[in-house]
């Protein structure tokens, strides 16, 4: 079976610009969630959607927005982006909702640069 | 923020050894979770270890928890050189479910052959 897949891998973008980031999760997970790695840190809790709602939000600022379509897939979107936006976005799935309490499959990442 | 302290920061030993690292958090958890990171890549769950429990067991790793002290510790014996990585605690919060995990900085665990 197929785990978490990201796209893409790799983005640059220039300072100013619009980035969206895409998730499939495995196949019968519900609960996405999506985390910022910058480098030499650990991840940072973004959003986490279930049946296409969202559950939980973290403390980022409303440049950041994520939904989650019919078939479980999301994308998070950023706007108007900021150097310190650089890191590595982790996307995460889960079967149930509240997924943080149980484990949670992590995908390879995108990693973006800002430029 | 991050909630959750690894130490030490980097850990370097011969293959064969024990490795332990340790993980220090400040609020009431519901469980904390270990995970592993290669490169930069993609996170890998090792294990979970809820707020009532006290040690857990999978293969070559051993996780203890100490809820009085707010820490907890991921032992891995007999250490192999595919072990080098580095290694993240991750704590929920009581009541914390939709929250999502909050990590602490990571361990980088080298593994010399």
């Known amino acids: 079976d197929a785990g978490v897949t990201q796209s893409p891998t790799h983005l640059i973008k220039t300072r100013g610009q619009q980035v969206t980031l895409r998730c499939s999760p495995i196949?019968?997970?519900?609960?996405v969630s999506w985390y910022q790695q910058v480098l030499g840190q650990g991840p940072q809790f973004i959003f986490q959607?279930?049946?296409?709602?969202?559950?939980g939000r973290g403390n980022f600022p409303d440049r950041f927005s994520a939904r989650q379509f019919p078939n479980y897939s999301s994308e998070l979107n950023v706007n108007a982006l900021l150097l310190g936006d650089s890191a590595l976005y982790l996307c995460a799935s889960s079967l149930a909702d509240l997924s943080s309490y149980n484990e949670q499959f992590f995908g390879p990442g995108t990693r973006l640069t800002v430029l | 923020s991050q909630q959750g302290e690894e130490d030490p920061q980097a850990l370097s030993i011969q293959e064969g050894e024990n490795a332990t690292m340790n993980c220090s958090y400040k609020?009431?958890?519901?469980?904390l979770q270990w995970y592993r990171q290669n490169s930069g890549r993609g996170l890998v769950h090792l294990i979970l270890i809820r707020s009532n429990e006290r040690e857990k067991h999978s293969g070559r790793l051993r996780v203890t928890l100490d809820t009085s002290k707010k820490s907890s510790s991921l032992l891995i014996t007999a250490s192999r050189a595919a072990d080098t990585a580095s290694y993240f605690c991750?704590?929920?919060?009581w009541g914390g479910g939709a929250d999502g995990l909050t990590f602490g900085k990571g361990t980088h665990l080298i593994i010399q052959p």
């Open positions: 196949s019968g997970h519900k609960s």
């Open positions: 959607y279930y049946e296409k709602e969202e559950r």
């Open positions: 991750a704590t929920v919060k």
């Open positions: 609020t009431s958890i519901n469980n």
